[in-house]
C-alpha cells in the first residue's frame, strides 16, 4: 500500500502562484494531480510518468508545470497566474503501471486526502 500526502494549498488572488507537494511513502510508476470542485467530477490536471514524459489538461497548459522528485519519492505542481475557476480540491494520485495512459482516475491505484486550493478575483 502506497501512502501519498499532499500539501502547499492555500488561498491567493487570481495572477498568484501555488506550489503543490505530494510526498508518497514508495516508488510508483505514473504520479499525477486531479481536482475536484464541488458540483463537478473529478478531473485530470496533469501527470508525468516513468520517463518524465508530462500531459496537461488544455485549461492548464502554459500556467501549471508538474514534475518529479524521484529521489524523494515526491511529486510538486507548481501553479502560475491562477485563476478562479482554478478553485478546486486538488489530490495526487498514483498508479503501478509506469505509462499514464490517460486523465482517467479508476486508472489510478493511489490517492492522496487532497489539498484545497482557492482563488479569489
Known amino acids: 500500500q502506497v501512502q501519498l500526502v499532499e500539501s502547499g494549498g492555500g488561498s491567493v488572488q487570481a495572477g498568484g502562484s501555488l506550489r503543490l507537494s505530494c510526498a508518497a511513502s514508495a516508488d510508483t510508476g505514473c504520479m499525477g494531480w486531479f481536482r475536484q470542485a464541488p458540483g463537478k467530477e473529478r478531473e485530470g490536471v496533469a501527470n508525468?510518468?516513468?520517463?518524465?514524459?508530462?500531459a496537461y489538461a488544455d485549461s492548464v497548459k502554459g500556467r501549471f508545470t508538474i514534475s518529479k522528485d524521484s529521489a524523494k519519492n515526491t511529486l510538486y505542481l507548481q501553479m502560475n497566474n491562477l485563476k478562479p475557476e482554478d478553485t478546486a480540491m486538488y489530490y495526487c494520485?498514483?498508479?503501478?503501471?509506469?505509462?499514464?495512459?490517460?486523465?482517467?482516475?479508476?486508472?489510478?491505484?493511489?490517492w492522496g486526502q487532497g489539498t484545497q486550493v482557492t482563488v479569489s478575483s
Open positions: 494520485a498514483a498508479r503501478l503501471a509506469q505509462h499514464c495512459g490517460g486523465f482517467y482516475p479508476s486508472n489510478y491505484n493511489y
Open positions: 508525468v510518468n516513468d520517463r518524465a514524459i508530462t
